[in-house]
Nanobody, 121 residues
Framework: VQLQASGGGLVQAGGSLSLSCVAS????????VAWFRQASGKEREFVAA????????YYADSVKGRFTISRDKAKNTVFLQMDSLKPDDTAAYYC???????????????WGQGTLVTVSS
């Protein structure tokens, strides 16, 4: 599976952006697709994840209520809708896939390239 992330850009605080992650190749029913982010000088951190089989979702506390992860099985695509954005959300956002759910980077063996999100104050 190869992952291709897109949709980043510059937005003012309080605004919205939608990221997409397209998977080429088969995502198995046990797959989990997640979004991580990495701000300059910081470690990569978990943002949200979705189980491919049953649509169950998981969120980091810092984005709960503001971000929504969803998937379109027919298009092999996972979306991250980001609302009420804050300057602290500025980071490169990466999508990743794994055979099980975890919030740790090392659990994920397929990664897309990052897409940069910049939130201005």
């Amino acid at each position: 599976v190869q992952l291709q992330a897109s949709g980043g850009g510059l937005v003012q605080a309080g605004g919205s952006l939608s990221l997409s992650c397209v998977a080429s190749g088969r995502l198995f029913s046990s797959s989990v697709v997640a979004w991580f982010r990495q701000a300059s000088g910081k470690e990569r951190e978990f943002v949200a994840a979705i189980r491919w089989s049953n649509d169950r979702t998981y969120y980091a506390d810092s984005v709960k209520g503001r971000f929504t992860i969803s998937r379109d099985k027919a298009k092999n695509t996972v979306f991250l809708q980001m609302d009420s954005l804050k300057p602290d959300d500025t980071a490169a956002y990466y999508c990743a896939s794994a055979g099980s759910y975890s919030t740790t980077v090392y659990n994920y063996n397929r990664w897309g390239q990052g897409t940069l999100v910049t939130v201005s104050s």
